[in-house]
């Protein structure tokens, strides 16, 4: 009979079968163990744990969800690959010292020396948060010592999202070395996988790479302490069966929520089974555990979707809205940055006048960038005074109050830059506190943009930080908006004050998240940009506290369209900072249309703008008012790749497919370059009829769209529309509505 279980489910029946082959294996205790099955189940998956001959957890199915719930534990019986030996290659949480022969996901050493860990399956519970969130939590513990972890899975049903993470604690009559403490194990079974991965540095953010995954391991980390992801972000996409494309195939996508070192080990193993092993880097990070202390390891994330890249991203930005981002269903604030207008060189003056431009513009606020501080060490370039958080009076005779005050009069809101986590070698804070600050205490001091990084780790550091943030706002109750920067990376990684420095990097993220924490309580609304000299930071974790982020310095839009097409994977258009620049060459039209795909932002001099181009911009920005709520919460659906011809097509459908904006782009060259065929469109209703519209027309242009006619949503995504992209309209916004 089949019938199908409802969410949090337990099977438990008897095992004895498949003995004969675990006997040539010493095993204690009795092998007709009670065998417990637990399948979290999502719309569309399941993950199915059992308990094993050993008592061990394992993962014996992670797939497209069946029918019949019983029919999971068949799955085991028609595999035929070689002997596992250990009985541990599924683990769901792999211990080493025991039989394993894999990538561990835990190794410790016990208070008595001894380097053995078995972790066996204790009992679980689960509990049903909401209609749409289950938590099932799994106590494993080692039967000789006094040691155990509980697995956490955070099951999200409808966006087939899993969170999970693990509590590490024991009882032992000392402290326990942790040497490696996982997040989590994965284990997948396909004929084949693909790895798409990134890479970067400063203004390269996002630089996918894909490759079939060989024997052996592959490690995704970072060891940067800070700004943990300059080089290499945690997130990645493992294809099953063939590389997945955006609409076709099984991949998972998978991240870890930490803004510290990460390590992934992605390990094809001799049976041709992929494990995923993903947490905190443990490099020079052995952790000492006291006796009832916990260690809670950051959430690693993951999707798994059968229809493509597009749909696991369109799940993963709608968990991301609902669940983490920092008011991710709520709105956001338009600006004006004065960043690349002025760089260090402005006075209250000159930012007067970027404030009447602001309102000109149409903005809704005035981001004050670096620069505004340091009184006995001027901040007038990058240099000096990071730490000395007060106005610098010669820029700035009347302070910040005075430019709040004419940022009102002009109808528009004002936000700064601050970035509190570093400390400037020559400034008043150094001097006064030279053991706040990360260095070796023998070693000559060592720069990544010339300056330090405070010491998070630190208490007293931690409240200088919440200190310096809370005076920005007690002196300047309207300020409206924070852009929170992190320049530098961690050299000669070492804590003045920390006991045991195995523990630095990890106590640096703890301080960084109980900062946040703390200011996060006093002002839990306020709009705050995640920046890391661009995209050096941006985590699940770390977003929690943000509304937004800094994809990457690189504003050109046509590295932008690239850039972004690659974030959007994993962060939805209302967190993604997205700002119209000097960069690149384009017009500004093109400029703009790109930074409407996100979270717009203008950091241009007004001034400099042609009036026609001002105009455009104005009228660009009225339309974006009316369109940002489809970008920001509507499904994204990738049209036309960048990267595999000559247009790129990105479009933003309403939830309820009445509406859509989408924007496409010339991105190459060549004679002739243009939307030879049409693009087809997707996420509308095939039945519905829908009247496509061009907006974003620079003045005096006319637009061969002819948006009298109608076409049903049928046409649209099984014939497609042209948006008569070429060399003379090299960027095209168009409209979807629908007619009723
Ligand atoms: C970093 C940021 C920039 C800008 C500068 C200021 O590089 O990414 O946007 O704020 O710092 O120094």
Not at 373 to 389: C, E, I, M, V
Request: proline letters at 4%; a neutral charge.
């Amino acid at each position: 009979m089949k019938y199908s279980l409802k969410k949090g489910t337990t099977i438990t029946r008897m095992l004895c079968t498949g003995i004969l082959f675990f006997l040539k294996l010493a095993v204690a205790g009795s092998l007709c163990a009670q065998v417990v099955t637990v399948p979290l189940q999502t719309a569309a998956n399941a993950l199915v744990l059992q308990t094993n001959e050993f008592k061990n957890l394992s993962i014996i199915y992670f797939g497209k969800k069946l029918h019949d719930v019983q029919e999971y534990g068949l799955a085991p019986q028609v595999y035929r690959q070689t002997s596992d030996y250990s009985g541990m290659l599924n683990s769901a949480y792999t211990s080493a010292g025991s039989r394993n022969l894999m990538e561990p996901a835990i190794t410790v050493t016990h208070a008595d020396g001894n380097n053995s860990l078995d972790l066996q399956y204790i009992n679980h519970t689960i509990k049903q948060e909401n209609e749409n969130v289950t938590l099932y939590t799994f106590t494993l513990r080692d039967p000789v010592y006094d040691f155990s972890v509980d697995l956490f899975y955070k099951v999200y049903y409808r966006q087939d999202v899993i969170e999970q993470w693990s509590v590490i604690r024991h009882q032992e009559k000392g402290n326990v070395l942790l040497h490696k403490y996982a997040s989590a194990n994965l284990y997948l079974k396909s004929d084949a996988f693909w790895l798409r991965q990134y890479h970067g540095d400063w203004a390269r953010e996002m630089k996918p790479e894909e490759a079939r995954v060989t024997h052996g391991i592959k490690t995704l980390d970072s060891k940067l302490g800070t700004r943990a992801n300059l080089f290499q972000p945690s997130v990645f996409m493992i294809s099953m069966h063939q590389p997945a494309t955006e609409n076709e195939g099984t991949v998972l996508f998978g991240a870890l929520e930490y803004s510290g070192n990460f390590r992934t080990d992605i390990e094809l193993d001799y049976q041709n089974n992929l494990r995923i092993v993903s947490g905190i880097n443990n490099y020079a990070s052995t952790y000492t555990l006291k006796k009832g202390e916990e260690f809670v390891t950051p959430g690693f994330l993951y999707t798994l979707s059968h229809q493509g890249k597009g749909y696991a991203s369109r799940q993963l930005q709608d968990w991301a809205r609902q669940y983490k981002i920092l008011d991710g269903n709520g709105d956001r604030l338009t600006l004006l940055n004065n960043w690349e207008a002025t760089y260090f060189d402005f006075n209250e003056e000159k930012l007067k006048a970027l404030l009447k431009d602001t309102r000109k513009l149409g903005v809704d606020l005035f981001l004050l960038d670096d620069g505004w501080f340091g009184q006995k060490y001027p901040r007038n370039s990058d240099h000096t005074a990071l730490g000395d958080w007060q106005e610098n009076k010669t820029k700035l005779p009347n302070g910040i109050s005075a430019l709040v005050k004419e940022a009102a009069g002009n109808q528009v809101k004002f936000g700064i830059w601050i970035e509190p986590e570093m400390v400037s070698p020559k400034s008043e804070l150094y001097e006064k506190h030279p053991t706040w600050v990360v260095k070796q205490p023998a070693r000559p001091e060592y720069y990544f943009r010339n300056q330090l990084v405070l010491d998070l780790s630190n208490s007293e550091v931690q409240d200088f930080v919440v200190g310096a943030v809370d005076q920005l706002f007690t002196s300047n109750p309207s300020l409206a908006y924070i852009k929170w920067d992190c320049n530098s990376v961690i050299y000669n990684a070492h804590s003045l004050t920390l006991k045991n420095q195995s523990h630095f990097y990890i106590e640096y993220v703890r301080g960084l998240y109980n900062v946040l924490k703390r200011i996060r309580s006093k002002y839990p609304t306020v709009p705050m940009m995640l920046c890391s000299g661009g995209g050096g930071r941006v985590d699940y974790a770390a977003l929690q506290y943000f509304t937004e982020f800094w994809p990457s310095d690189n504003t050109d839009p046509l590295e932008r369209i690239f850039m972004q097409w690659e974030y959007s994977y994993f962060f939805p258009a209302i967190a993604t900072g997205s700002h119209v620049t000097d960069w690149g060459k384009q017009p500004i039209k093109f400029k703009v249309d790109v930074a409407m795909m996100g979270k717009l932002g203008f950091d241009i001099v007004v001034s400099h703008l042609a009036e026609k181009e001002l105009q455009f911009c104005q009228q660009a920005i009225r339309d974006y008012e009316q369109w940002k709520k489809v970008i920001w919460q509507g499904d994204q659906y990738r049209l036309a790749n960048p990267a595999e011809g000559d247009v790129a097509s990105v479009a933003y459908i309403s939830r309820d497919k009445s509406a859509g904006i989408v924007f496409s782009y010339l991105v190459s060259n060549r004679y002739a370059a243009g939307s030879a065929l049409p693009i087809r469109l997707n996420g509308l209703k095939s039945d519905s009829r829908y009247r496509l519209r061009e907006i974003n027309l620079y003045p005096g242009t006319s637009s061969p769209i002819d948006s009298t006619k109608t076409y049903s949503g049928d046409f649209l995504m099984t014939v497609g529309f042209n948006p008569e992209v070429n060399a003379g309209r090299s960027s095209v916004v168009l409209t979807v509505e629908e007619v009723k």
